[in-house]
Nanobody, 122 residues
Framework: QVQLVESGGGLVQPGGSLRLSCAASGFTFEHYVMGWFRQAPGNEREGVAYVTRNGAMTYYIDSVRGRFTISRDNAENMVYLQMKTVKPEDTAVYYC???????????????WGQGTQVTVSS
């Protein structure tokens, strides 16, 4: 069956770095756009970044552009989110997702992981 399993979350100090990983299985990974989303308590889920099927193009929301980097390894069925210079407002549960469109809307994504908590605090 389809599985997306996130890892790498945890507690990090402001200004620090964290790398999230997502292992995919049960579907043809290279056929899907991969995205990272996040949801903070009391907030709606928001798209953070996505990477196209071949990894050639990426998109970021304004609040993370220049600080986060999304990448994928189609040979290993993995997608990553490198987070640098993190801020308290980056605190959220982070989800990876697989979709069929180069888009940041959650409704465009078919498969979702269970999420990993990222907490930015001193």
């Amino acid at each position: 069956q389809v599985q997306l399993v996130e890892s790498g979350g945890g507690l990090v100090q402001p200004g620090g770095s964290l790398r999230l990983s997502c292992a995919a299985s049960g579907f043809t990974f290279e056929h899907y756009v991969m995205g990272w989303f996040r949801q903070a308590p009391g907030n709606e889920r928001e798209g953070v970044a996505y990477v196209t099927r071949n990894g050639a193009m990426t998109y970021y929301i304004d609040s993370v552009r220049g600080r986060f980097t999304i990448s994928r390894d189609n040979a290993e069925n993995m997608v990553y989110l490198q987070m640098k210079t993190v801020k308290p407002e980056d605190t959220a549960v982070y989800y990876c997702a697989a979709g069929s469109h180069n888009a940041m809307q959650a409704v465009k994504y078919s498969y979702w992981g269970q999420g990993t908590q990222v907490t930015v605090s001193s």
